[in-house]
């Protein structure tokens, strides 16, 4: 059996779950059902891939759309900075990004150092839209630790988009 994701408190902390029967899944499955559905948000658990994962709505969002699907994976309210690049060139740093599935998290020389990250993709489609920094090894870029990196090229902007329907 494949290991489960379970994020808790907004994402705040990730369990890895291993050697666990499909009673405990089931289980687990139902708290987070239980947890979401007191929620502000509109929430579903997909037991497809045995993890749980937020829909969020756009209302009140600058949002940044799945190039591929349409499907909203952040917010422009987000962007940490827009001076990285990613695989296919320039990318945003964002605190969150939502509608989307974290894969498993393996290490890799980037241009700034070692670090270990798990490739981001849109919960619609699969669609590779980035990658989250799981742990900087060095110092200096602890502060990428949580954050996540989403390629300008594999995004479209809602903002932008509105902009030049009003032209």
Known sequence: MPPLVVIRSGCKHVEYLENRSEEEDEELLRQA??????????????????????MCDVEGMHAFRCADCGNVVADRD???????????????????????????ARNRYLMT?????????????????????????????????????????VVEDDSEEHAWNRL
């Open 33 to 54: 059902e239980e947890a979401w559905r007191g929620s502000d948000t509109n929430c579903s658990v997909s037991k497809v891939f045995g993890f749980s994962r937020e």
């Open 78 to 104: 987000d962007v940490v900075s827009k001076t990285f690049f990613g695989r296919t060139g320039k990318a945003f740093l964002m605190n969150n990004m939502y509608n989307i599935c974290v894969g498993p």
């Open 113 to 153: 150092g070692m670090h270990s990250i798990a490739d981001v993709l849109c919960s619609q489609c699969d669609f590779v839209l980035g990658w989250k920094y799981i742990k900087a090894m060095e110092s200096s870029q602890k502060y990428k630790e949580g954050k996540f990196i989403m390629e300008q090229a």
